[in-house]
Protein backbone atom coordinates (compact mmCIF):
# COMPACT_ATOMS: atom_id res chain seq x y z
CA UNK A 1 0.00 0.00 0.00
CA UNK A 2 1.07 3.38 -0.82
CA UNK A 3 1.42 6.39 1.12
CA UNK A 4 -0.17 9.57 0.66
CA UNK A 5 2.06 12.23 -0.37
CA UNK A 6 1.29 14.34 3.08
CA UNK A 7 2.34 11.43 4.73
CA UNK A 8 6.18 11.29 6.88
CA UNK A 9 8.44 8.96 5.23
CA UNK A 10 11.51 7.49 7.37
CA UNK A 11 15.12 7.51 6.62
CA UNK A 12 15.15 4.69 4.47
CA UNK A 13 11.98 5.41 2.34
CA UNK A 14 13.58 8.55 1.67
CA UNK A 15 17.04 7.22 1.32
CA UNK A 16 15.33 4.91 -1.54
CA UNK A 17 13.41 7.33 -3.30
CA UNK A 18 16.07 9.52 -3.60
CA UNK A 19 18.53 7.18 -4.55
CA UNK A 20 20.73 7.92 -1.83
CA UNK A 21 22.70 5.94 0.94
CA UNK A 22 21.15 6.36 4.57
CA UNK A 23 24.42 8.04 5.93
CA UNK A 24 24.49 10.65 3.58
CA UNK A 25 20.87 12.01 4.57
CA UNK A 26 22.01 11.50 8.55
CA UNK A 27 25.07 13.91 7.55
CA UNK A 28 23.40 16.68 5.35
CA UNK A 29 21.26 17.34 8.53
CA UNK A 30 24.34 18.32 10.53
CA UNK A 31 25.61 20.15 7.55
CA UNK A 32 22.04 21.88 6.69
CA UNK A 33 20.31 22.83 9.58
CA UNK A 34 17.17 23.32 7.14
CA UNK A 35 16.55 20.08 7.19
CA UNK A 36 14.89 18.94 10.94
CA UNK A 37 13.20 15.53 10.68
CA UNK A 38 10.96 14.71 13.52
CA UNK A 39 12.65 11.86 15.91
CA UNK A 40 10.44 9.64 17.87
CA UNK A 41 11.76 7.74 20.88
CA UNK A 42 15.33 5.51 19.99
CA UNK A 43 16.18 8.53 17.41
CA UNK A 44 14.00 7.22 14.50
CA UNK A 45 13.63 9.63 11.81
CA UNK A 46 10.44 10.84 9.94
CA UNK A 47 10.81 13.32 7.40
CA UNK A 48 7.98 15.75 6.34
CA UNK A 49 6.88 16.54 2.43
CA UNK A 50 9.00 19.72 2.76
CA UNK A 51 11.58 18.23 4.09
CA UNK A 52 11.77 15.26 1.21
CA UNK A 53 11.57 18.39 -0.74
CA UNK A 54 14.32 20.46 0.21
CA UNK A 55 16.65 17.23 -0.08
CA UNK A 56 15.60 16.73 -3.45
CA UNK A 57 16.90 20.55 -4.19
CA UNK A 58 19.96 20.30 -2.08
CA UNK A 59 20.77 16.70 -4.22
CA UNK A 60 20.39 18.45 -7.28
CA UNK A 61 22.50 21.39 -6.62
CA UNK A 62 25.46 18.68 -4.96
CA UNK A 63 25.01 16.10 -8.00
CA UNK A 64 23.98 17.73 -10.59
CA UNK A 65 25.10 21.37 -10.34
CA UNK A 66 28.41 20.94 -9.61
CA UNK A 67 27.81 22.77 -6.31
CA UNK A 68 29.89 22.46 -2.91
CA UNK A 69 28.23 22.04 0.22
CA UNK A 70 29.23 25.07 1.38
CA UNK A 71 27.96 26.85 -2.42
CA UNK A 72 24.59 25.20 -1.32
CA UNK A 73 24.40 26.90 2.00
CA UNK A 74 25.24 30.03 0.70
CA UNK A 75 22.37 29.44 -1.51
CA UNK A 76 20.00 28.64 1.24
CA UNK A 77 20.72 31.96 3.06
CA UNK A 78 20.55 34.18 0.12
CA UNK A 79 17.59 33.00 -1.25
CA UNK A 80 15.82 30.43 1.12
CA UNK A 81 14.56 27.04 1.19
CA UNK A 82 11.96 27.88 -1.80
CA UNK A 83 14.50 28.58 -4.24
CA UNK A 84 16.67 25.24 -3.60
CA UNK A 85 13.01 23.45 -3.48
CA UNK A 86 11.99 24.92 -6.65
CA UNK A 87 15.68 23.65 -8.30
CA UNK A 88 15.13 20.31 -7.01
CA UNK A 89 11.19 20.05 -8.54
CA UNK A 90 12.96 21.71 -11.64
CA UNK A 91 9.92 24.11 -11.44
CA UNK A 92 11.50 27.26 -14.03
CA UNK A 93 8.58 30.00 -12.78
CA UNK A 94 9.28 29.80 -9.41
CA UNK A 95 12.72 29.64 -9.57
CA UNK A 96 12.53 32.78 -11.91
CA UNK A 97 10.03 34.32 -9.47
CA UNK A 98 12.22 33.88 -6.55
CA UNK A 99 15.36 35.07 -8.84
CA UNK A 100 13.22 38.67 -9.59
CA UNK A 101 12.11 39.13 -6.12
CA UNK A 102 15.85 38.89 -4.97
CA UNK A 103 16.85 41.40 -7.68
CA UNK A 104 14.45 43.51 -7.39
CA UNK A 105 14.84 44.24 -3.29
CA UNK A 106 18.50 44.38 -3.98
CA UNK A 107 18.15 47.11 -6.16
CA UNK A 108 18.97 50.11 -4.86
CA UNK A 109 16.75 53.05 -5.02
CA UNK A 110 18.50 55.98 -7.43
CA UNK A 111 18.82 59.41 -5.60
CA UNK A 112 15.78 60.86 -7.96
CA UNK A 113 13.83 57.83 -6.96
CA UNK A 114 14.77 58.47 -2.71
CA UNK A 115 11.35 58.68 -1.04
CA UNK A 116 10.77 62.11 0.39
CA UNK A 117 9.15 63.02 3.41
CA UNK A 118 5.68 62.38 2.66
CA UNK A 119 6.45 59.31 1.48
CA UNK A 120 5.97 60.14 -2.40
CA UNK A 121 8.80 59.11 -5.27
CA UNK A 122 9.92 61.47 -7.65
CA UNK A 123 9.16 61.00 -10.87
CA UNK A 124 12.12 60.76 -13.92
CA UNK A 125 14.31 57.89 -13.37
CA UNK A 126 14.28 55.14 -15.41
CA UNK A 127 13.82 51.60 -13.48
CA UNK A 128 16.33 48.94 -13.86
CA UNK A 129 15.31 46.01 -15.39
CA UNK A 130 16.27 42.86 -13.19
CA UNK A 131 17.98 40.33 -14.62
CA UNK A 132 16.17 36.70 -15.08
CA UNK A 133 18.97 34.39 -15.36
CA UNK A 134 19.52 30.90 -13.43
CA UNK A 135 21.76 28.63 -15.57
CA UNK A 136 21.14 29.95 -18.66
CA UNK A 137 17.23 30.49 -18.30
CA UNK A 138 15.60 33.66 -18.93
CA UNK A 139 18.74 34.31 -21.69
CA UNK A 140 18.35 37.74 -23.19
CA UNK A 141 19.01 38.32 -26.56
CA UNK A 142 21.32 40.71 -26.51
CA UNK A 143 23.96 38.87 -24.39
CA UNK A 144 26.81 37.54 -26.83
CA UNK A 145 30.31 36.72 -25.94
CA UNK A 146 32.84 38.58 -24.56
CA UNK A 147 34.45 41.12 -26.51
CA UNK A 148 37.84 41.27 -26.59
CA UNK A 149 38.81 44.87 -25.90
CA UNK A 150 36.47 44.64 -22.63
CA UNK A 151 39.02 45.13 -19.48
CA UNK A 152 36.50 43.31 -17.40
CA UNK A 153 33.72 40.78 -17.70
CA UNK A 154 30.38 41.90 -17.39
CA UNK A 155 28.21 40.16 -14.74
CA UNK A 156 26.57 38.36 -17.47
CA UNK A 157 29.70 36.96 -18.74
CA UNK A 158 30.77 36.01 -15.58
CA UNK A 159 27.62 34.09 -15.56
CA UNK A 160 27.76 32.75 -18.82
CA UNK A 161 31.09 31.20 -17.69
CA UNK A 162 30.09 30.04 -14.48
CA UNK A 163 27.03 28.27 -16.39
CA UNK A 164 29.97 26.72 -19.15
CA UNK A 165 32.05 25.68 -15.76
CA UNK A 166 29.03 23.80 -14.29
CA UNK A 167 28.48 22.11 -17.25
CA UNK A 168 32.12 20.78 -17.57
CA UNK A 169 31.95 19.63 -13.72
CA UNK A 170 29.34 17.67 -14.19
CA UNK A 171 30.75 16.01 -17.86
CA UNK A 172 33.91 15.47 -15.65
CA UNK A 173 31.77 13.55 -12.74
CA UNK A 174 29.70 11.58 -15.26
CA UNK A 175 32.91 10.35 -16.96
CA UNK A 176 34.39 9.78 -13.54
CA UNK A 177 31.70 7.09 -13.11
CA UNK A 178 32.03 5.33 -16.26
CA UNK A 179 35.48 4.54 -15.60
Known sequence: MDKSPDAFRTISEVAEDLDLPQHVLRFWETRFNQIKPMK???????????????????????????????????????SGNQFIVAVGNGDVAAIEAIAQRKQAAAIPLTPAAQPRGDDELLVGEPKAKPSRRFFGLGKAEEEGPVQPDAAKLSRDNRALLQEALFDLLECKRLLDQVR
Open 40 to 78: RGGGRRYYRPQDVDLIKGIKNMLYDQGYTIKGVQKLLRE
